[in-house]
């Protein structure tokens, strides 16, 4: 970040645990959005074989989106209604009041499975984030430097969280409009990172 000057810039790195019950969540269900994020390693759908019913599919579908959305950017995605805390999951998942009757009663079952899951898998990231120290800084900000000398200017002022996350699939995708889920085995490769990174960058800079 330029301290103190204009333009500026921030980047927060995670692994929420919000976001990563969602995916669970998503795994477990069968839930088949967003189409073009790929799916967890190792956790796959749990549930009654064969068909489910298509229209409480959908529609179980829609309402863990609006939930994703609300989820990933918050600020960006308020819900229209109040929130309302799913006791199973204590207080790690809120759903609107009305409109997610299918979803809560979905996951429900799953809870102390996708909290240790959960927990789990924020852990790993905070570990591996520790080995890291401060190269996550560098690793930004050397991308944003380059793309600086390469346009001959200051980069804009911009925002960007990026979620390190156990994906099957190694790659960055945008989830929200100033988020990215990034792949933890992509992350833990410096030089790897630095090349996916830095389309991101030139976007926002």
Known sequence: MHAGSTPSWVIRENASTAVLLALYLREVLGIASPAELPRLRDVGRIGPEGRPDVDAHDALEKQWREWWTMTVEPE??????????VDAFGTAVALPV???????????????????????????????SAVRSGDSYRAYAGSIAEHEREVGRRAHSFEL?????????????????KTVAVTDSLRADAAAFDEAIHPIIAELA
Request: aromatic share 8%; proline share 9%.
């Open 98 to 128: 009305s409109g997610a009757e299918a979803l809560v009663g979905a996951i429900r079952p799953h809870a102390e499975a996708a909290l240790a899951w959960a927990d789990w898998a924020h852990e790993r990231y905070r570990t591996a």
């Open 76 to 85: 960006e995605h308020p819900s229209p209604v109040p929130l309302e805390l």
């Open 161 to 177: 969280n990026v979620e390190v996350l156990p994906l099957a699939a190694s790659g960055v995708w945008w989830i929200g409009r």
